[in-house]
């Protein structure tokens, strides 16, 4: 859903020195099959030791209640420490801090379609159009990290390929810039 290659993700969690555990999902992955492979995971979870899991939900108040649904009994207790902040503060802090990324994925219905593979940067932030309350609340994008605060180094990375676009969402496919290199020849 947000355009980001595996690669991605194991280059942004080798960057912090954290394990990454990936939970294939099959496409089309239905819920019960979702869920199944999701409760598989958060049983590793608790057999390792882990006795809480944290989300990055903003606003979306039936994703929160569906993940503390699907928790309930399992041993993960769910916390969501940045919810409800004011993403404009919650932004210019996370600048502020050293965070570096790009839009790699953006919901086409509230911005414009050449958003997507934009440096999330304080420029992007002047560009963004007021939204309303309730759009700004339920829009949708994802940011690739090239670099935290907490990160050993910075992620060379590059769009892969051009973007693409559904009724909803465009879609930067992201790699690491060794990746996009060899892609070009």
Not at 3 to 14: D, F
Not at 38 to 67: K, P, S
Not at 136 to 144: G, L, N, P, R
Request: aromatic share 8%.
């Amino acid at each position: 859903m947000h355009g980001v290659r595996r690669t991605m993700l194991e280059e942004q969690a080798a960057a912090v020195d954290v394990p990454l555990w990936q939970v294939p999902l099959p496409w089309p992955c239905s819920n019960d099959d979702y869920e199944a492979r999701m409760a598989g995971a958060c049983g590793r979870a608790v057999a390792e030791g882990f006795d809480t899991i944290a989300f990055g939900d903003l606003y979306l108040q039936d994703v929160r209640a569906y993940r503390e649904r699907q928790l309930a009994g399992c041993g993960l207790r769910p916390i969501f420490p940045l919810w409800q902040l004011p993403t404009s503060q919650l932004a210019r802090d996370m600048i502020a801090g050293g965070l570096r990324a790009r839009l790699s994925c953006i919901d086409s219905g509230v911005l414009d379609a050449d958003f997507a593979g934009r440096d999330f940067d304080s420029s992007l932030l002047a560009d963004l159009p007021h939204l309303p309350t309730h759009a700004a609340k339920t829009a949708s994008s994802t940011a690739s990290s090239m670099r935290a605060p907490c990160s050993a180094r910075r992620l060379q990375w590059r769009p892969a390929r051009c973007a693409t676009s559904t009724a909803s969402f465009t879609r930067i496919s992201c790699a690491p810039y060794r990746l996009a290199n060899q892609q070009r020849h």
